[in-house]
């Protein structure tokens, strides 16, 4: 997990800071344009528990009770402000997950990657502290592990939640910070002890934080040109000689939710939670089709994840070549949504091994489907490069393991930072001879 949070850092953080050569901080309060209709931000925070209580066997078979001790990790954060200063979407990923022992139990309990999204009813704004409120989309993990059984691995729990989450906001010309609660209402949980010992725990309900982070915008520099109408003019000259149908590269990190149930598990091991959410770096070319404002690209997203309880130990892997094709739908000031579909050839294999014995080594190649939706911040026709956010559903893929049952692959993408540039765009002549025919 540390590794993939710097690596994180490195690829995404340092080519869009590349990219934004001015900082411009709250450019939004002087007036709404769609050229201040949003900021990036890039920063950290750290995250601590509070409340819980679970059960184990002692080492007579009795079940007993255990209260949750507070846990924190820190997180790297990256998002956007929309909608001049009223709303926040980001993405915090977590540098490592800390457990601790306790009456011979070893246990992890921390949500995952989460993805959330702020409300303000007040704008942000230098020098004054802003409420917020937002609900937040996690897959929460916990961990017990009994030194009291001979095969004491207990399954990674990994249920998804959605917390409702509140705070305080308070920002310093390109710099803010947060202090934020979230409350996870689902905190009541059915855990297996033992490969036939169902009880309930209570993870914990209450998460607090304390994050800095460091905004700044990146499309106010084409404002000018846009009010003018100079960026009309070279749109529609473009457009005339078809210089607006562009191929462009993608790149950016997508978090995947494993959704469905698997037939295998329920019936051969039923004490195996759900596998745990991956985080898959996505690689896409693509061609922009300007006149019907499409796009058509493939792409790439390779992403694992394993699960295991009491000497099973299983894992998965998924890499996905996609043909998708996605329709721009309007224009809301440069907030630009889209759908559209994606077809898939999907490698799939998963593995297992119980008490120390390969049980299963399956893979399959196989086609399937799945749909999009997403937006583009966008704020002219022209631009060189953009920021692309976007969902990815498949909610039908499945590997047959036995014959008659099967471990279920279907998953939830979400990519909430993306780069898209065009090359050609930066590299051509075709804006300089539009220029030079003013």
């Not at 921390?110 to 993805?115: A, G, R, S």
């Not at 020098?127 to 916990?142: D, E, M, Q």
């Not at 939640?161 to 910070?177: A, D």
């Amino acid at each position: 997990m540390i590794k993939n949070t710097y690596f994180i850092l490195i690829v995404t953080g340092f080519p869009i800071y590349l990219f934004t050569k001015c900082i411009y901080p709250q450019a939004y309060v002087e007036k709404k344009t769609r050229h201040r209709f949003g900021e990036m931000h890039l920063g950290f925070d750290y995250r601590s528990s509070l409340g819980g209580s679970t059960r184990f066997l002692d080492t007579q078979g009795q079940i007993q009770e255990l209260g949750l001790e507070p846990s924190g990790e820190p997180r790297f954060i990256i998002g956007g402000t929309h909608f001049w200063g009223h709303a926040d979407f980001y993405v915090a990923i977590p540098f490592l997950f800390n457990q601790y022992k306790k009456a011979n139990q070893t246990i992890l309990h921390t949500p995952n990657v989460e993805t959330g999204f702020k409300f303000y009813p007040w704008r942000i704004e230098h020098g004054k502290i802003r409420p917020f409120l937002g609900v937040v989309w996690t897959p929460f993990l916990y961990e017990q592990d009994n030194g009291n059984l001979s095969f004491g691995d207990g399954p990674n729990l990994n249920h998804t939640s959605f917390p409702l989450i509140g705070g305080l906001t308070y920002r310093n010309r390109q710099h803010f910070f947060n202090l934020g609660i979230s409350w996870n209402y689902s905190n009541a949980q059915d855990y297996y002890i033992s490969r036939t010992e169902q009880v309930e725990i209570n993870t914990p309900p209450f998460q607090v934080s304390l994050s800095y982070g460091f905004l700044f915008d990146t499309t106010i520099r084409a404002e000018k040109e846009w009010e003018s109408g100079e960026t009309q003019r070279k749109t529609l000259k473009l457009a005339e000689r078809g210089g607006l149908n562009d191929f462009y590269l993608s790149t950016g990190f997508s978090s995947a939710f494993w959704l469905g149930n698997s037939t295998y598990n329920q019936e051969k091991r039923p004490y195996l939670t759900k596998f745990t959410a991956s985080i898959a770096l996505e690689f896409g070319l693509g061609y922009h089709f300007h006149k019907w404002d499409m796009n058509l690209s493939l792409n790439y997203r390779g992403m694992s994840s394993s699960n295991s309880a009491y000497g099973a130990e299983q894992d998965i892997r998924r890499r996905a070549y996609g043909l998708e094709v996605t329709k721009n739908f309007w224009d809301y000031n440069g907030f630009v949504p889209f759908f559209g579909a994606i077809v898939s050839s999907e490698n799939l294999r998963f593995r297992e091994d119980f008490e120390n014995q390969d049980t299963f080594d399956v893979s399959q190649n196989r086609t399937s489907l799945g749909f999009t939706f997403g937006w583009d911040i966008r704020p002219n026709r022209i631009q060189t490069w953009l920021i692309r956010s976007n969902l990815r559903l498949y909610p039908r893929l499945m590997l047959n393991v036995d014959g008659q049952r099967s471990i279920s692959f279907s998953n939830l993408e979400a990519n909430f930072v993306q780069l898209v540039i065009y090359p050609e765009r930066i590299f051509s002549k075709k804006l300089r001879r539009i220029d030079e025919t003013k």
